[in-house]
């Protein structure tokens, strides 16, 4: 603790140092069973703190505006995750980076250690605004008006802790492009900025509203086709507020900022956030263009360029990560890297090559990678040895070989299957049977481990995300939903991939070959595969994959998730995004989940025994949170078990194969095997499945009364 403290008393903000003393007072009431856990996991949330999958650790997101890193903070970053996390960086779509595995009560010392080089935490989870994204290439863009990264960047300063923004419905999302090419998905987000010079030369954007991805996608709507810069930020406040008043508390899935703009519509939307003009701090607020320090290269002497010893691969790599700057005599290079994880060995290895060859700092991108920026001519032969020697010279980013994929069931509560082995998976398709693809960029393959779109396939050329999918009899497969025809359009608009089919995982790898043999053989010269999938039609995909669909083939790996080496287990959880929104019956079902979760960890260990007891509770725990939605409070656990015969199943409410008791009670009647345990722990999640739809169903029936 005294170094934790001594930690503080270097830092130069008293803020921040207050925030970081809050959080490790707040830890210790919530051990001391002092503070409402609702209240704690909203407080843990909003400073970057997620629970994982796995019990008793967190994942800490680091939020990074605009993607903006230094060597120097990489490197702080690196020494962290070697100290409190796995040793292992992960840059995540909306240029973040995730540390997994670390405790909760280190937390506070964590976040001091980070803040030291100015990287926060807060504000990365939970309902709030969340990191406000730009384009990698903002600053050195040939194509921009302007450079938007001080915009963003003052836009992240400003709503930074701001009580506007603390307690919200649901997450907010903000994103500034640096030119019409819209390469930071403004028609994705909830408030998204494109630059714009008027006819009187002054600076503006066009604003979209509205949008996001998830389960039920938008698009967003234009709000002003040009606003002028002194009045994103009072404009964007005005919106926050009147999310914040108006927006839905209760219904999770109905809370996003998309669905009031869905049922209040544009131009009552806009006539609310007017309203709100007398309440702002600023009318205008001036963006400091100068607020970022300029970038500088490196200023090395450099001895003669080394030849590749790959010259084919060096060509490729030249053609497809390495850009031309805005600056007259300097590149951009990208670096590819599979599922956006470095460790933090390579991490520093990698700040050493930037720091030798480039400019100092990067940008994490959105598809997972890193941007070097001001690379001499001179340096990319010696840049491209380096990056090489430690893997990092893959060609083809952004490519059909570049897939996008969220961590999924290596550490999210809410993946449903596997994402980032399948991921990888299909890389190797690509790489070995279609090397060609690694020059296509205008088919993208992103991947999620479940309809929340962490991974963006809902706007992705070919979109994956997890399932389940049961055969004849009633036995559950993980699967994956095929998405297709997605994305960004040459012209910067957006579309959302249309579902096609749900599949078995393991057939994952036979979807994509069939889908790029078929591109191949049918489609005209130079048709991009939006208007490919366009003009042949959905149905024509449908056919195409509709026998990998078929269950009355399915063969005993077919059973097994990418990565795993036992059969699939559901596992359920509650989004930790929607923590403040949890009621007494949402917490028990949360502990469910929890419960299904040791459950499945128990029997990984073999600890079969352990595994079916978790899943009685979770049976409990569920059937309880239902009789608390009809005020029925039993004191014991068998209560719960008759009173849930009475009030759900012998009035038919709720449908089961046999007599409650005897579902929950075969605990006590068969041996503890892994048969036996899989059996039951499937029926304890199906169980618990059913229930919140039940409860969802039961919840929209009396709103639409």
Request: proline content about 4%.
């Amino acid at each position: 603790m005294q170094s934790f403290r001594t930690e503080l008393e270097d830092l130069n903000n008293p803020v921040v140092a207050q925030d970081i003393l809050d959080l490790e007072k707040k830890i210790r009431l919530f051990r001391d069973g002092k503070i409402d856990s609702d209240k704690f996991r909203s407080l843990r949330l909003a400073r970057g703190i997620y629970g994982q999958r796995q019990p008793g650790v967190q994942m800490i997101r680091i939020k990074l505006p605009l993607g903006r890193i230094s060597t120097k903070q990489l490197r702080r970053i690196a020494d962290i995750s070697d100290e409190y996390a796995s040793k292992n960086l992960h840059a995540t779509t909306r240029q973040d980076i995730q540390i997994h595995f670390v405790s909760l009560d280190r937390t506070p010392e964590l976040w001091a250690l980070l803040e030291k080089d100015q990287i926060t935490t807060r504000e990365a989870c939970g309902n709030t605004v969340r990191n406000v994204t730009a384009s990698d290439l903002a600053g050195i863009d040939p194509k921009e008006p302007f450079d938007v990264s001080p915009y963003a960047y003052e836009t992240f300063q400003y709503f930074l802790r701001n009580p506007i923004c603390q307690e919200m419905g649901r997450k907010f999302k903000i994103s500034f492009s640096s030119s019409d090419d819209d390469t930071a998905f403004s028609f994705i987000h909830d408030l998204g900025f494109l630059p714009r010079i008027n006819e009187h030369g002054e600076r503006g954007f066009k604003v979209m509203i509205g949008g996001g991805l998830g389960a039920n996608p938008y698009l967003a709507q234009v709000a002003y086709e040009f606003l002028h810069e002194d009045k994103i930020i009072p404009f964007t406040e005005a919106i926050l507020r009147v999310f914040d008043r108006y927006g839905e508390r209760s219904r999770r899935m109905k809370a996003r900022f998309k669905f009031l703009l869905d049922d209040l519509g544009l131009e009552k939307v806009m006539a609310l956030a007017e309203e709100e003009t007398n309440a702002l701090k600023s009318k205008t607020y001036v963006i400091n263009r100068n607020i970022l320090p300029e970038e500088t290269p490196a200023t090395i002497q450099l001895g003669e360029a080394p030849e590749p010893a790959d010259a084919g691969k060096y060509a490729r790599w030249s053609k497809t990560n390495v850009i031309n700057q805005k600056q007259e005599g300097f590149h951009g290079v990208y670096v590819k890297l599979p599922l956006g994880n470095m460790s933090s060995t390579l991490a520093r290895y990698f700040a050493d090559i930037v720091d030798q060859f480039a400019g100092a700092e990067m940008r994490v991108t959105v598809n997972q990678g890193y941007l070097i920026r001001y690379v001499r001519p001179e340096a990319l032969k010696h840049l491209y040895a380096a990056l090489d020697k430690v893997g990092l010279a893959e060609p083809g980013f952004d490519s059909v070989a570049d897939i996008t994929a969220c961590p999924g069931t290596e550490s999210c509560n809410l993946a449903i299957s596997d994402s980032t082995n399948i991921s990888l998976a299909l890389e190797k398709v690509i790489r070995e049977e279609y090397p060609e693809m690694v020059h296509n960029t205008d088919i993208k393959i992103k991947i999620s481990g479940c309809p929340n779109s962490c991974g963006q396939h809902g706007l992705a050329g070919i979109g994956l995300h997890g399932s389940t999918i049961k055969d004849k009899q009633g036995k559950v497969l993980p699967a994956l939903v095929v998405l297709l025809g997605g994305g960004k359009l040459k012209n910067g608009d957006g579309i959302i991939s249309d579902k096609i089919i749900k599949i078995p995982s393991k057939r994952g790898p036979d979807a994509l070959r069939l889908l790029l043999d078929d591109y191949e053989a049918n489609s005209q010269d130079g048709e991009y595969y939006h208007d490919y999938f366009l003009r042949v039609g959905r149905n024509h995909f449908y056919t195409l994959l509709k026998p990998l669909g078929d269950l009355t083939s399915v063969v005993p790996t077919d059973y097994i998730d990418w990565g795993e080496d036992h059969n699939f287990i559901l596992h359920t959880a509650v989004g930790e995004c929607a923590a403040i929104m949890i009621d007494l019956v949402a917490t028990l079902f949360f502990e469910s989940d929890e419960k299904l979760e040791w459950a499945e960890k128990a029997f990984r260990q073999q600890h079969y025994a352990d595994a079916i007891y978790h899943g009685y509770s979770a049976y409990i725990n569920t059937a309880k949170a239902m009789l608390l939605t009809r005020d029925i409070k039993p004191s014991t656990q068998i209560q719960v078990i008759n009173d849930f015969q009475k009030h759900f199943v012998d009035t038919q409410a709720f449908s089961l194969p046999e007599s409650f008791k005897d579902v929950v009670l075969r605990i006590n009647k068969n041996e503890p095997t892994a048969a036996f345990a899989t059996e039951y722990l499937e029926a304890s999640a199906k169980f618990l499945g059913e229930a919140r739809v039940y409860r969802e169903a039961t919840d929209k029936e009396v709103v639409e009364k």
